[in-house]
């Protein structure tokens, strides 16, 4: 068995067709950055019978089918036997080397009809319209995981000045490209859902489609900057795909 | 060559394995709920086991042939006629161009599967034909059936069951052997379903007395389960102290536990992502029976250790393969 250079890497299962890589126990940009290395060596060095790589805030996770593991010498389970592929596979890998990471940016048009909870937020941190959309378009945020709908991207790094507590009432629909802060995370709606954080605008962007090679928009470990934008330009970038 | 439909039935859409390698993507993998059932179905009808199947929920739909098709029922009891004559499940059926297939609504398990030989003549998306509705997305056009649909099927080899072919030749509105596969019967067996579980890495956050509750008192399915998830009524499970867990992957079976204490065990519409703690993950080879278990029914949890889960899962899909053998010999006759 080859050790690891990664430090806290712990193997474990999560049922009988997933093996996690425990990557720690907080939800850091140092956690962040071995999670990243991490998942994008495993996607390009994938071991056969993977079906999937899914990386959340502190874990990365390897969805398997035990039938296409081969049980080599030394093992005795399928899982034992990704277990060794996976820890050869992290051995060569050097944690400080991280692989380059996509960088987006994102138009929105804050406020008004797009973004019906703007005002509240404002009135909660005793702001201006004006410093709460400051303050959520100034920071380059990290993509921490997807879910909860396809190429719905939780993304930290908001500050915390703008942190809000999730409404106590969902939405029964939000619309997509809907732009929210649910706690100390923001996030764009990617399909027309129900939702629970507070809406503070709208981008134009497609963030998910089903037909295109690479489905969403965002993945884990993109970095994503808000560029807030007017309403004519919102209008103008259906008529010819350009914000600005 | 297409299924018309006359009725749709609750919900019947087009599934098959599921939709992996996008999960990254927050792609949920959706898919047959019963995949033992599925396989079964298609293994009958000569295609591959992933291709799709018709997955049809409590109350069945109405079906007319558009040509001699090949066709084969597993999982639940939906008293399925053919022009109005009973015909059993777990067999393949040759039936005749412009019978109609009426299935009623289920008397035993909640779930069954219609394979077509030749499989469903819908488009990949993502490598996948399994619906997913709340994407609109997959199967037949993103949605569940409709009164009036016209559901294309494929073109197959005319080779197989040249023992019914004939029968149909001679007259007959449809034709089945007098064999049936030993379908997925543990449901059949109604009353004390027993469900094994892993627990995992959050185990020990529960107290005492909830983990000892969980692996023996019975729970009950609530009626608000779904494809997504199986909400279930019993014991409270309670944290030895209030702990956050940060998100992170989830799977099919996957037994979380929100700050109400009830668990819900996440089902094949399941998300990518969750973050409640969880209890552990029902073993896969028990996840077809779960998913045949109707609103109402009631079922144990007991615990297995995630190398004998994996033993019991390889050792079905070896006794699957055995059907695969002796079924491709049948199809000669």
Excluded at chain 1, 75 to 90: D, I, K, N, S
Excluded at chain 1, 130 to 136: E, T
Excluded at chain 2, 142 to 157: F, I, N, S, Y
Aim: hydrophobic share 40%; proline share 7%.
């Amino acid at each position: 068995m080859v050790e690891p250079k990664l430090e806290q890497l712990r193997l474990s299962q999560l049922g009988d067709g997933v093996l996690v890589v425990e990557l720690g126990t907080d939800a850091s940009e140092a956690t962040a950055l071995r999670v990243h290395a991490v998942a994008q060596h495993l996607l390009g060095h994938s071991p056969p019978g993977v079906r999937d790589v899914v990386a959340a805030a502190c874990t990365v996770a390897l969805h398997y089918d035990p039938l296409q593991i081969e049980i080599v010498a030394g093992t005795q389970t399928p899982f034992e036997a990704l277990a060794q592929q996976v820890t050869q596979r992290l051995g060569a890998l050097d944690p400080a080397a991280a692989p380059a990471t996509s960088e987006h940016e994102i138009p929105v048009c804050y406020g008004a009809d797009f973004g019906e909870d703007l005002d509240a937020v404002a009135r909660t941190h005793g702001l201006t319209l004006g410093d709460v959309i400051a303050l959520h378009s100034a920071p380059l945020y990290r993509v921490q995981m997807l879910g909860f709908a396809p190429g719905f991207a939780y993304l930290a790094g908001l500050d915390a000045r703008i942190a809000t507590p999730r409404r106590a009432t969902p939405r029964t629909r939000v619309p997509a490209g809907s732009v929210g802060i649910g706690g100390e995370l923001t996030a764009v709606y990617p399909l027309d859902l129900p939702g629970g954080w507070h809406l503070i605008g709208r981008s134009p962007l497609s963030f998910f489609d089903p037909t295109a090679e690479r489905p969403s928009l965002l993945a884990a470990g993109d970095r994503v900057r808000f560029v807030a934008i007017t309403r004519e330009e919102f209008e103008r970038f259906h008529q010819d795909g350009r914000w600005r | 060559m297409a299924l018309k439909v006359h009725r749709a039935g609750i919900l019947s859409t087009l599934q098959d394995l599921g939709r992996y390698g996008y999960q990254r993507f927050g792609v949920p993998v959706g898919g047959v709920m019963d995949e033992y059932s599925h396989r079964l179905a298609n293994l009958l009808v000569g295609n591959a086991e992933h291709e799709a199947t018709l997955e049809i929920t409590l109350s069945g739909p109405r079906l007319e042939f558009s040509h001699d098709t090949l066709i084969g029922i597993c999982g639940g009891d939906f008293s399925p006629a053919l022009d109005g004559n009973r015909i059993p499940a777990a067999r393949p059926v040759l039936v005749r161009k412009g019978c109609v297939l009426d299935f009623g609504t289920c008397r035993l398990g909640c779930r069954a599967y219609l394979a077509v030989a030749g499989g469903f003549d819908v488009p990949l998306v993502m490598g996948s034909k399994s619906t997913y509705l709340r994407g609109g997305f997959g199967g037949f056009g993103g949605r569940a059936l409709r009164r009036g649909d016209l559901v294309p099927t494929g073109e197959t080899g005319a080779d197989s069951y040249p023992g019914l072919r004939h029968q149909l030749d001679a007259g007959a509105l449809f034709a089945y052997p007098r064999w049936s596969v030993n379908a997925n019967s543990a449901f059949l067996a109604h009353g004390h379903h027993r469900i094994h579980f892993i627990p995992g890495r959050h185990w020990e956050l529960f107290t005492e007395d909830s983990r000892e509750q969980f692996s023996g008192v019975e729970y009950r399915i609530a009626t608000d389960s779904d494809r997504m998830g199986y909400r279930l009524e019993g014991p409270l499970l309670a944290l030895k102290e209030p702990t956050e867990i940060l998100p992170e992957a989830v799977t099919f079976g996957s037994i979380q536990v929100p700050p109400d204490g009830r668990p819900i065990v996440l089902m094949a519409n399941r998300q990518t992502t969750g973050g409640y703690p969880r209890v552990g993950e029902v073993s896969t080879v028990d996840l077809p029976l779960l998913a045949q278990l109707p609103p109402g029914d009631t079922l144990r949890f007991e615990s297995i250790a995630p190398e004998d889960s994996q033993r019991l899962y390889l050792q079905r899909d070896h006794d699957l393969g055995i059907m695969r053998e002796a079924l491709r010999m049948r199809m000669k006759q």
